[in-house]
């Protein structure tokens, strides 16, 4: 008779009758075919403890060996003769993260409800009087990450009263992200900088670089210098315009967010980022509905990708119950209403949120729809991919491709 002893930093995923068996230290993994024997190990293995009796009988099976094999080779555990030890050994069993019933809601306390925030995303209005070298960019891109939203025809702005109570209700050490419209044209920018000059959150005020070429306010100018700022840049660029108004911003605390639609903007963008030796940047890539050729070889995911990132156990279980993509975060629109993502229907009004704060945030955590909640792991094809654990998370990225596996794996 043999123990088997799989170690407790190893993570399962079981999808039909394949189980993917997930090293958290060193990312070594390997897929099992069960077979009847193999399956009682297995719930053995996540039952009570992951030490198991196994009798000689199961050792002549080929597939067994090739089980215990790969779980040594890939240092998951190891099996020994039972003479060996005095009593049985005890190992907490494996985590299936497979297995529904583990399922805890770890964020429903409800005294600390709004700990549950993270990131809030104010746009202040919704219009500019600039002209965009890049309109659709300008307009649209704020479906897939914080941009400018730019929307002229019906235009709204928020009060800043309101604004500034909402701030308040809110926990500290959450990050806010200040966006337009163009935010150096909302009527009461510098009272709201000024006001948030208080606070110790994280702030970002995320503004295109050719909002900037009409600032000449020196006051603004100044109170910038104590935010980060993300500027935004897209393509077309006008080289010399973004260099001018960088000037303007010396000794501010800036980032370039550059907005990539295909490789000829991605290496402009590397080669402004060399001859100004940025050292602070990023780049985004920008679905516009004609570059799906240009996604699919940079942004879906293959399998190499999957394994690059180290996760723990704990990760892996937040993976599983919620979707960090969302998660902790709220958008609030110019026109007042609330959003967990922009699409998504609305979550109430801002007038509602200041009553009813803790009734918002709760649904947001105990729908299993909603977008803090919804990941791979329950949406097909996922929900029959035995990565999906390891997978990135759901974004606006599958939202506005319409296809809810962006990868390399599954047609
Ligand atoms: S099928 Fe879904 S979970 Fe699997 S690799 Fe593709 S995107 Fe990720």
Redesign the pocket.
């Known amino acids: 008779m043999y123990y088997l002893i799989v170690y407790s930093f190893v993570c399962i995923n079981q999808i039909d009758s394949k189980i993917l068996f997930y090293n958290t230290l060193d990312q070594s993994h390997f897929i099992l075919i069960l077979n009847k024997g193999l399956r009682k190990v297995i719930n053995m293995l996540t039952s009570e403890n992951a030490c198991v009796e196994i009798p000689f009988e199961l050792y002549k099976d080929k597939e067994f060996r090739n089980f215990i094999s790969n779980i040594e080779n890939k240092n998951m555990g190891f099996f020994e003769k039972i003479s060996y030890f005095k009593e049985k050994p005890f190992s907490p069993p494996i985590c299936d993260l497979s297995n529904q019933n583990n399922e805890i809601n770890i964020f429903n306390r409800p005294k600390y409800i709004l700990n549950n925030l993270r990131e809030v995303t104010i746009y202040l209005n919704n219009s500019s009087t600039t002209k965009y070298s890049n309109n659709k960019a300008a307009s649209e891109a704020y479906k897939q990450f914080d941009y400018t939203r730019i929307n002229n025809d019906n235009k709204n702005e928020l009060d800043v009263k309101r604004v500034l109570t909402f701030i308040e209700l809110l926990p500290q050490l959450i990050t806010f992200n200040i966006l337009g419209g163009n935010i150096l044209q909302f009527r009461y920018i510098s009272k709201l900088l000024d006001n948030l000059l208080k606070y110790k959150n994280r702030i970002v005020l995320h503004i295109h670089y050719q909002d900037l070429s009409k600032i000449n306010d020196n006051y603004i100018i100044e109170l910038l210098k104590n935010f980060n700022i993300n500027i935004l840049v897209d393509f077309p660029l006008n080289i010399e315009e973004l260099q001018k108004n960088l000037l303007k911003l010396k000794s501010t605390n800036y980032k370039l967010v550059f907005l990539v639609e295909n490789n000829i903007d991605f290496e402009k963008s590397e080669n402004f980022i060399d001859n100004l030796n940025i050292s602070s940047y990023n780049q985004v890539p920008f679905f516009n509905g004609r570059n799906l050729t240009f996604f699919r070889r940079n942004v879906f995911?293959t399998?190499y990708d999957?394994f690059q990132v180290k996760y723990s156990i704990v990760e892996l279980l937040i993976n599983r119950i919620s979707n960090p993509t969302y998660f902790g975060k709220l958008i609030l629109n110019s026109d007042g209403n609330l959003y967990s993502s922009f699409y998504s229907e609305p979550l109430d009004t801002l007038d509602c949120f200041i009553k009813n704060k803790e009734i918002i945030i709760n649904k947001l955590i105990i729908d299993k729809s909603s977008d803090w909640i919804l990941n791979?792991?329950q949406i097909s094809?996922?929900n029959?991919?035995?990565?999906?654990f390891?997978?990135?998370p759901l974004s606006n990225y599958e939202k506005v491709i319409g296809k809810?596996?962006?990868?390399?794996?599954?047609k």
């Open positions: 995911i399998k999957i791979k792991p094809p996922c029959k991919c035995i990565y999906n390891l997978c990135t809810n596996n962006l990868c390399t794996l599954v």
